[in-house]
């Protein structure tokens, strides 16, 4: 099984005689443009060939300039050719696009890169009005193509892994590649391509391979937002379109997740993979699967560590804390009652310490779960419980918050409860004045003890004795 996931595939042999008239790839690559299904692939990471051999890197497939000046000259258009020949001349288009050029420098090739991109609209044009199934011929040109023009390694900024770092990656300036007028092209003939239904999946898969997703996915860690959003549109098509990869375009994405959360806790591409996953979850039937419960414990919690959401509840952090609730509020939306009993103390406390935050943003963003209903609810039936813990929190900032909107909002909470049950409302509050009425008791104790030491200390200084002086204790009231 690993051998037919990463093994290097042989480029299929065959050619669609209803088609080419018994003629192969080789013989039908006629542009006077370099070959390069003779070159070596591209090896990952890992040293594994990616999908068929023909696939190659940038500096396998440029040729000098003067070699592109006398040999890289357009082609016939579509319509000029009869419909017998519009094939071969596709596979030549195919075969002339293999090219690459150095898109760093513009003043470079500027006719010949001309040449390519309309030849990449062409062939768009083409496959998005065909009407007749493509043949193999056609599926593997198009698909060394793609892999030629897109497969390639990504030039990032170096990298240090950091538990916690002083600034905001999010916050850097993104960076452009120069060859994504050129990229954009080459992907919408992939979406255009993949999405066709003149494209037989049976036959496709042998190209869209395990090894072509595999090295897709690499793609995501692209610096450039604009080539990780294409991808995420190809992906998901790909995910739709062939149904035997599901499985394994799920396990891969895990891993890419795996391998931030543990080892880089950095990658350009977890959010628009995030994204996709999102959606595959919408599809997710109940009861859920095994596989997709480890998901959430393995992935979705621990991907809060290396996206800011710390280990702990990020208290120096207000914007963090505000994400969190909101994120928080998600998950109590899909929460059915008995999941809600087993968390609902250790949650209603955290409530509650979010409710005195100083930061009003804070304190307003968890004050506005009462406007949910499904919330609410839960809270309604679980009042006895609930309310008892978050109703000190109430009280302190309608006695004493800074900001009037958090006031207010707690008035409305309280409000809430004491409607709904007015006998555990009172019970509450006399218990909360009980509790006040005790810290005042226990501060004047403290005071009293305080003031007994300071008279102590001053007698002995009085009289000469020595004064064995302590570290200063610190006097904290207590949070009511």
């Known amino acids: 099984m690993m051998k037919q996931i990463f093994g290097r595939r042989k480029a299929s042999k065959t050619a669609d005689k209803e088609f080419t008239g018994g003629r192969t790839f080789s013989q039908l690559s006629g542009s006077g443009v370099a070959d390069l299904s003779g070159q070596p692939p591209i090896l990952s990471s890992t040293g594994h060939a990616y999908g068929s051999g023909n696939r190659t890197g940038f500096q396998d497939s440029r040729i000098n300039d003067n070699l592109f000046s006398s040999n890289f000259r357009p082609l016939p258009s579509f319509k000029d050719v009869p419909n017998t020949e519009k094939q071969n001349l596709l596979i030549k288009k195919l075969d002339v696009c293999c090219t690459l050029f150095d898109f760093t420098d513009a ?77 954009y092209h080459v992907y919408e003939l992939l979406l255009t391509f993949v999405q066709s239904p003149q494209n037989d999946a049976k036959l496709a898969k042998r190209y869209i391979d395990y090894s072509f997703i595999l090295r897709l996915l690499d793609l995501f860690d692209s610096e450039d937002a604009r080539e990780r959003d294409r991808l995420k549109m190809v992906l998901h098509r790909i995910y739709g379109k062939f149904m035997v990869y599901r499985p394994f375009i799920r396990k891969a994405i895990n891993n890419i997740f795996y391998q931030f959360i543990y080892e880089t806790e950095k990658h350009n591409g977890i959010a628009e993979l995030l994204e996709i996953f999102g959606s595959i979850i919408n599809g997710f039937a109940l009861p859920l699967k095994e596989e997709h419960k480890l998901f959430l414990v393995r992935t979705l919690i621990p991907l809060h560590k290396p996206r800011g959401l ?15 609730l909101g994120e928080l509020e998600e998950v109590l939306d899909a929460t059915q009652p008995g999941e809600f009993q087993k968390c609902m103390v250790p949650l209603s406390h955290q409530i509650a310490r979010c ?85 005042k008791e226990f501060r004047l104790k403290q005071e009293l003890a305080w003031k007994r030491l300071d008279e102590i200390a001053s007698a002995k200084v009085t009289s000469g004795e020595a004064v064995l002086v302590s570290p200063t204790l610190h006097r904290q009231p207590s949070v009511l």
Not at 156 to 171: C, T, W
Not at 310 to 324: A, D, G, M, Q
Request: aromatic share 10%; hydrophobic share 40%; net charge negative.
């Open 355 to 439: 409710s005195n935050s100083p930061h009003f943003q804070v304190a307003e963003r968890v004050l506005f779960f009462w406007n949910n209903t499904h919330f609410e609810n839960l809270v309604k039936q679980n009042s006895k419980v609930i309310l008892p813990i978050v109703f000190p929190a109430l009280e302190k900032n309608i006695n004493g918050h800074w900001n009037q909107v958090v006031r207010s909002l707690s008035l409305n909470v309280r409000k809430l409860f004491s409607d709904r049950d007015p006998q555990m409302f009172n019970e509450c509050l006399r218990g909360y004045e009980e509790d006040k009425d005790r810290e």
């Open 107 to 183: 003043s470079k090739n500027m006719k010949e890169k001309e040449i390519k991109t309309l030849m990449l609209l062409e062939i768009d044009e083409y496959v998005r009005t065909a009407n007749v199934k493509f043949p193999e011929i056609v599926v593997e040109a198009i698909t060394k193509m793609i892999s030629v023009n897109l497969f390639r390694t990504l030039i990032s900024p170096p990298r240090e892994k950091k538990a916690l770092q002083a600034f905001d990656l999010e916050e850097d300036e993104p960076l452009m590649d120069p060859a994504w007028p050129h990229l």
């Open 310 to 324: 710390i280990k702990y509840w990020p208290i120096t952090n207000s914007t963090k804390e505000v994400l969190f």
